[in-house]
Nanobody
Framework: QVQLVESGGGLVQPGGSLRLSCAAS????????IGWFRQAPGKEREGVAC????????YYADSVKGRFTVSGDNAKTEVYLQMNSLKPEDTAVYYC?????????????????????WGQGTQVTVSS
């Protein structure tokens, strides 16, 4: 059974940085995709970034390109989302999710319905 646990959220001033972690366990294969999503109050959940467990390919939403970086550790037990130059509009609950390896591609990576397992979420608030 796949389990995902996010951590690292908090309150940060505009322009600041945070690093979110997603502790992953229960994978039976190296072939998977880990996506980061966020949901702000009153808004739809949106894809932020994705990393392929098989080849390390990464994908980003246009709104975070150049500011956010997704990475994984060599043991493939933890995935990180480094968030720099944070803006108030980045305020949301951030979730990590796991899906089949085919999800880690330019067409499917940001489709929440392609992911099977989700963490509980961590709040990120960007405010002065």
């Amino acid at each position: 059974q796949v389990q995902l646990v996010e951590s690292g959220g908090g309150l940060v001033q505009p322009g600041g940085s945070l690093r979110l972690s997603c502790a992953a366990s229960g994978f039976t294969s190296d072939y998977y995709a880990i996506g980061w999503f966020r949901q702000a109050p009153g808004k739809e959940r949106e894809g932020v970034a994705c990393i392929s467990g098989s080849d390390g390919s990464t994908y980003y939403a246009d709104s975070v390109k150049g500011r956010f970086t997704v990475s994984g550790d060599n043991a493939k037990t933890e995935v990180y989302l480094q968030m720099n130059s944070l803006k108030p509009e980045d305020t949301a609950v951030y979730y990590c999710a796991a899906g089949a390896s085919v999800v880690a591609g330019p067409v499917l990576w940001d489709n929440q319905y392609e992911y099977n397992d989700w963490g509980q979420g961590t709040q990120v608030t960007v405010s002065s």
